[in-house]
């Protein structure tokens, strides 16, 4: 866990790594690069976050706390668990399809690494259990692999877009397009195959 730094510092440590991080993948990324990017030494940098991983879950950290903020955000959906359900999966896309940068880490991710995320996988666990109880959602499928699946989806589609586009040339015709509509399209395949019938 990183010890208490200035915020200006911490401000600018952070922005680096995040760029490095995604720029170059944890393996490829060099703490020179980040100190330097950053206007700060290595051994403060080792003596915050002790190490390059833990440098790596910081920057985790930090964006999983903006993806739970942008959710938390959101107005109290009412309706359906299953249009509620619908609507934070919305916010998720829309939110990961701004942050490039945090779908490129999350790619590289590995299950320790992800921890941060859990809150936003809760609050989907969440609403598939609540869904359950009240008959909407499959008893047969588990809330907890549901949820990481429906991230996964996100992820996967978004750090993979241009090959998606260049691999079909009439849906990638129009690159806005295909990514509202595979938005739409990973949503109500979540959304579809929970629901009960």
Do not use: C
Request: aromatic share 6%; no cysteine; net charge positive.
């Amino acid at each position: 866990m990183a010890r208490k730094i200035s915020n200006t510092r911490a401000l600018r440590i952070m922005a680096a790594a995040r760029d490095e991080f995604a720029r170059s993948g944890f393996d490829g990324a060099r703490i020179e690069r980040i100190t330097r990017t950053a206007g700060v030494n290595k051994q403060l940098l080792f003596y915050y976050y002790q190490s390059k991983r833990g440098l790596f879950q910081a920057v985790l950290g930090q964006a999983a706390a903006e993806l739970e903020g942008a959710l938390a955000n959101l107005p109290t959906a009412s309706g359906r668990s299953l249009e509620r359900l619908e609507g934070v999966l919305q916010a998720q896309f829309d939110f990961l399809a701004r942050r490039s940068d945090l779908v490129a880490i999350l790619a590289q991710g590995n299950r320790t690494d992800l921890a941060p995320l859990a809150p936003a996988i809760k609050r989907l666990v969440v609403l598939l259990a609540e869904g359950q109880g009240l008959g909407q959602v499959r008893d047969d499928i588990d809330p907890h692999l549901t949820a990481a699946q429906a991230l996964i989806l996100m992820v996967g589609y978004l750090q993979l877009e241009s090959v998606v586009a260049a691999s079909a040339p009439p849906l990638g015709a129009d690159e806005q397009s295909l990514r509202q509509r595979w938005k739409q399209a990973a949503v109500q395949l979540v959304v579809a195959g929970v629901a009960t019938r």
